[in-house]
């Protein structure tokens, strides 16, 4: 079974960056496509970006150009490294995998992390 474990939320200044990770155990990580989703008060979850297991990227538009998704196999961990933050990026943020999943659909994904708050002041 994949357990999935987020870190690097935080408060941050309007404009500032921060670098998310995410940690999976398992001996199958390289075999996951990997996202991120975030969720905001009063709003519905939604995706944010995913990477492939062959490295392919996609992203919301909403964050092309600030955002960059990564993963270190070696390591079972994926990376969202966020620059140019703003208030609106403030929510919950949550890594999730699945072996070949729709991307932006996160209805699509088995496995989820507990989630990490990322809050942008302004």
Partial sequence: ????????????????????SCAASGPTFRTLAMGWFRQA????????AAIGWSGS??????????????????????????NSLKPED???YYCAADPKPNYRDSDDYDYWGQ???VAVSS
């Fill in 1 to 20: 079974q994949v357990q999935l474990v987020e870190s690097g939320g935080g408060l941050v200044q309007d404009g500032g960056s921060l670098r998310l």
């Fill in 90 to 92: 403030t929510a919950v």
């Fill in 115 to 117: 989630g990490t708050q």
């Fill in 41 to 48: 008060p009063g709003k519905e979850r939604e995706f944010v």
């Fill in 57 to 82: 990227t996609h992203y919301a538009d909403s964050v092309k150009g600030r955002f960059t998704i990564s993963r270190l196999n070696a390591k079972n961990t994926v990376y969202l490294q966020m």
